[in-house]
T-cell receptor, first 111, second 115 residues
Framework: DAKTTQPPSMDCAEGRAANLPCNHS???????VYWYRQIHSQGPQYIIH???NNETNEMASLIITEDRKSSTLILPHATLRDTAVYYC????????????FGSGTRLSIRP | DTGVSQNPRHKITKRGQNVTFRCDPI?????LYWYRQTLGQGPEFLTY????????KSRLLSDRFSAERPKGSFSTLEIQRTEQGDSAMYLC?????????????FGSGTRLTVV
């Protein structure tokens, strides 16, 4: 079962920052937070992951609370191409673990 | 390398027929995963391989489903005696065994419709 809770849908104006929340209150010390997104008719795409420090790459920023029970994915300047379903995943950082998807958040970017 | 390739993109079949899908992973990736996705749901894990060894199978993978990765490169997923409930998108992904930096790379999927 998925270990995360996400709002089913959100919307954001184009050009603004999109902040997608995720609750993972039962996360354990050896579990990382991963984010993927799935654009319509495509396979999921890896975005970013982190353990406890904030992370940033060319796609997004990941803010993890100090108690690690929640996180926020930030798309700094949302475009129409960011319209997708965003999945927050908690995963053990071991070679045997696999990705288990929940239902995700459907993000709509309005012009 | 152009990423993970899945064929066919779409398949329509009659109930009771057998179907086979193919996945070509990124060449240096030794792990390969199959997922199934129905409308409005997140992808559900089916099975995964490390090289040619099938290391885990989900309870979702009934005895009508079989997956192979004979030489540790491409993989096939076969569904025998298809049922309408098998209609879904079948996704393949690949990764290095130590996928810590980049996660999984997914293909665009094969959409199966059983009529």
């Amino acid at each position: 079962d998925a270990k995360t809770t996400q709002p089913p849908s959100m919307d954001c104006a184009e050009g603004r920052a999109a902040n997608l929340p995720c609750n993972h209150s039962t996360i354990s010390g050896n579990e990382y937070v991963y984010w993927y997104r799935q654009i319509h008719s495509q396979g999921p795409q890896y975005i970013i992951h982190g353990l406890k420090n904030n992370e940033t790459n060319e796609m997004a920023s990941l803010i993890i609370t100090e108690d690690r029970k929640s996180s926020t994915l930030i798309l700094p300047h949302a475009t129409l191409r960011d319209t997708a379903v965003y999945y927050c995943i908690v995963r053990e950082y071991s070679s045997a673990s696999k990705i288990i998807f929940g239902s995700g958040t459907r993000l709509s970017i309005r012009p | 390398d152009t990423g993970v390739s899945q064929n066919p993109r779409h398949k329509i079949t009659k109930r009771g027929q057998n179907v086979t899908f193919r996945c070509d992973p990124i060449s240096e990736h030794n792990r390969l995963y199959w997922y199934r996705q129905t409308l409005g749901q997140g992808p559900e894990f089916l099975t995964y391989f490390q090289n040619e060894a099938q290391l885990e199978k989900s309870r979702l993978l009934s005895d009508r489903f079989s997956a192979e990765r004979p030489k540790g490169s491409f993989s096939t997923l076969e569904i025998q005696r298809t049922e309408q409930g098998d209609s879904a998108m079948y996704l393949c992904a690949s990764s290095l065994a130590n996928d810590r930096d980049g996660g999984y790379t997914f293909g665009s999927g094969t959409r199966l419709t059983v009529v």
